[in-house]
């Protein structure tokens, strides 16, 4: 999701909650402790730069029982950051700590936001000696008209 998307649902919303990959809930009385923009330069196992921006978001859970972030307030600190630090129209990542700090792609479900677990990848699979994913085909699809194949009765086997 991106930044212009989260502005766009928080203004059709009347409560901010972050639904977790096992369908646990962030606590509803949550932070944003911080919302920011994170570049990672970085070169991949294949030798290729790469550059990586996205807006952060982290949510802490401070056992402050009575706060309720409302999504005015979330565009609000939205707003600010985009002026203060010059933000433009990224993907976010949402950072939260279950057992150690979780990063999390952002989705919205229609009723809450979704935080997606990320995965890691290789970027140059082919010049690490990955095979690529073969296709899978049925074998009731495989052409039997080239006679190389055999069939029930054929004599082939």
Known sequence: MKLSEIKEVLKTVEAVNFELPDGTFVPEY???TEVGLVTKNFI???G???KETAVNFQLWD???YEHRLKP???IHIIELSEKV???EDNEIEVEYQNTTIGKYDLDFNGRNFTLINKQTACLAQQQCGIASDKPKVKLSQLNTDNGASCTPGGGCC
């Open 30 to 32: 949550f932070h944003v």
């Open 72 to 74: 005015q307030k979330l």
């Open 48 to 50: 290729t730069v790469r």
């Open 44 to 46: 991949d196992c294949g």
């Open 62 to 64: 401070a056992n402050d």
């Open 85 to 87: 630090l010059g933000i």
